[in-house]
């Protein structure tokens, strides 16, 4: 019988031996190769999602999160996990983002988003105007106005209180990713709701005025489309005709 050594020189191992590491190493490298994409591909969500976050104060929606890359079913366990904090249906935080400036307004207005996934409701009334930090509100529910047809299969948050009304795109600004509604319309708004808390309002107008947040051009009859439900006597009883140099014949227009 011939030495198995005369087949197989010492230290070379066995054909079939070298088949099977090629193989093996082959498929160790496929592995990794997997490992390194999940990898980068979890990065890549992280990152996409961090960039939609920041814009709202840590908060994103179910499917902000499944574009950014997060299949449905592991949402879950990234609440359980801790890392993201479940605040509402379909709403979720960074749960190591700093505290939101805005409390969990930013959350609501998330809620009101349409069938496209953008928010359709403003700031408004007092939350509105304690947001510009004018006069001394600190309401305890949020107000925010939405369009007449908005509609929502469950029931409002607690938190928040609906104004069903329109706005036009001059009466609503932008302030730290939320849509609130300019002073000059919340003033009008509240008003509206309790007019005689009209005189009340009128220092905070002149607040406004002063502080550039209230404008001449929001003043003119022509920009102001707003008048027609709202009143002018309504606004004139809230902004002094002295701080904008309108007459008597504006007032009875």
């Known amino acids: ?130 947001l510009f930090e004018l006069g001394d509100f600190n309401p305890a529910k949020v107000h925010m106005s939405v369009p007449k047809t908005f509609r929502r299969n469950s029931p409002t948050p607690k938190a928040v209180v609906l104004h069903r009304t329109t706005l036009a795109p001059a009466e609503v600004t932008q302030l730290r990713g939320l849509t609130v509604c300019r002073p000059l319309r919340a003033l009008c708004d509240l008003a509206n709701a309790n007019p005689d808390a009209a005189a009340d309002l009128r220092p905070i107008a002149v607040e406004a005025r002063r502080r550039g947040l209230i404008t001449e051009r929001e003043l003119s009859a022509n920009l102001l489309p707003f008048w027609k439900h709202l009143g002018r006597l309504r606004l004139v009883a809230i902004v002094p005709r002295a701080m904008t140099g309108l007459t008597d014949s504006w007032k009875a227009g």
């Open 1 to 130: 019988m011939r030495d198995v050594h005369e087949c197989h020189p010492k230290g070379d191992p066995p054909a079939g031996a070298l088949g099977i590491l090629r193989v093996c190493n082959s498929v160790l490298a496929q592995f990794l190769k997997l490992v390194e994409d999940m990898c980068m591909n979890k990065n890549d969500s992280f990152a996409a999602l961090m960039t939609v976050a920041q814009d709202q104060q840590g908060y994103f929606t179910t499917k902000q999160a499944i574009e950014a890359g997060y299949a449905d079913n592991t949402h879950p366990y990234h609440v359980h996990a801790g890392n993201w904090e479940r605040v509402y249906r379909g709403i979720y935080r960074m749960a190591h983002f700093p505290p939101p400036e805005d409390g969990e307004m930013m959350a609501w207005l998330l809620w009101s988003r349409g069938r496209d996934e953008k928010p359709v409701a403003a700031m408004s009334h007092e939350t509105a105007l304690s």
